[in-house]
């Protein structure tokens, strides 16, 4: 049984992307064994939580449960803040290219010498606990947080002194046109109406400005089939859906990347006039993802590598982080060393 009350899962929806009703069931437990029915659209690929619970429901589960019901914890231990930068350090590295100096407005950097002559505007959704918008602020970069968690946003504010809105994308008080990158790093996977969240995020935008999602990529074959589907993940993407859900609200794809193990999917999109693109010729893409899904057996995933070479990974970054912990003994040891981290890359753009 989960150790917190979560919201029944009873609205039964239409595919977010396409709007079809075609859909096959592909999942009926989540990775604890919990009943969750999972379904594919089969008109355009989609992979979502149906039924699942209502929009404030889910607002309510992520501001007050989520964190408690999936790590047992309401506010960040010292590791996963220390996991937190090391991520955030390889971002801000792959954001660089995307933040070009604005024009027009007085230079005044959030912290020290400027990477960008005027410093451009970033908003990070989902910021968890900061990490990244700590780093970007090093660099210049006028960059603040979006996140719906009460306890992680108010961490992130008082601890890590970085500028926080406590709120999901539907409540949150953005000005229009007024970010020139937007991040969403393992945010979008868990919206209920990810079309109209990239939507509003568009609306955010200055013109030509991007916006960076990263999420599980769905037809990977990296988790075993049994830890395939989560209670909190209420859509599932790969790469031509999570491209195609963006160009349907009306951005413009500009590449699309995956990680290493192919685990996970990184599309950057652009702010462009050019409209809302409806999602076509996707069927072979559907067709695709549904025998994925289908061939994926427990047995054909625990005799290929990829469990051990995950479990070997995993153990890797766990001995890494041991290895800094035994010398990060407090918030503030930690602050000194994500400084040191923010000085590593001393690159400047002219």
């Given amino acids: 049984m989960s150790p917190v009350a979560r919201p029944e899962a009873r609205e039964e929806t239409a595919c977010n992307l396409c709007g079809s009703r075609n859909d096959v069931v592909v999942g009926t437990r989540d990775r604890d064994g919990h009943p969750l029915r999972t379904v594919l659209c089969q008109t355009c690929g989609l992979v979502w939580t149906n039924p699942r619970p209502t929009t404030a429901e889910m607002n309510a589960y992520y501001g007050t449960t989520y964190r408690a019901d999936y790590k047992g914890q309401r506010t960040p231990p010292l590791r996963k803040i220390v996991r937190g930068f090391i991520g955030a350090a390889d971002r801000r590295m792959m954001l660089r290219p995307l933040l070009a100096p604005r024009k027009g407005a007085p230079y005044d950097t959030p912290r020290r010498a400027p990477l960008y002559g005027v410093p451009p505007r970033m908003l990070d959704v989902g910021c968890g606990a900061g990490e990244l918008v700590y780093l970007m602020r090093h660099d210049g970069v006028d960059a603040s947080g979006l996140d719906p968690g009460i306890e992680f946003a108010e961490f992130a504010r008082a601890v890590l002194g970085v500028p926080i809105q406590t709120a999901a994308v539907d409540a949150a008080v953005v000005p229009p046109a007024s970010q020139d990158l937007v991040t969403m790093f393992h945010a979008l996977e868990h919206v209920p109406d990810p079309r109209g969240v990239l939507s509003t995020v568009r609306g955010w935008l200055t013109p030509g400005g991007h916006l960076v999602v990263e999420v599980p990529n769905i037809s990977a074959r990296v988790q075993a089939p049994s830890h395939q589907y989560h209670y909190a993940h209420l859509h599932h993407f790969t790469g031509a859906t999570l491209g195609a859900m963006g160009e349907a609200a009306g951005l413009r794809l500009v590449s699309t990347a995956y990680t290493g193990d192919r685990g996970n999917v990184i599309c950057v999109f652009e702010r462009t006039d050019d409209g809302q693109r409806p999602p076509v010729g996707l069927e072979a893409e ?49 602050l000194r060393w994500a400084d040191s981290l923010a000085e590593a890359h001393p690159e400047r753009r002219a």
């Fill in 286 to 334: 559907a067709a695709r993802t549904l025998a994925e899904l289908r061939s994926h057996t427990a047995l054909r995933h625990y005799t290929s590598p990829v469990p051990f070479t995950r479990a070997l990974g995993r153990l890797r970054r766990r001995l890494a982080e041991n290895r800094l912990l035994l010398r990060l003994k407090s918030v503030d040891d930690v």
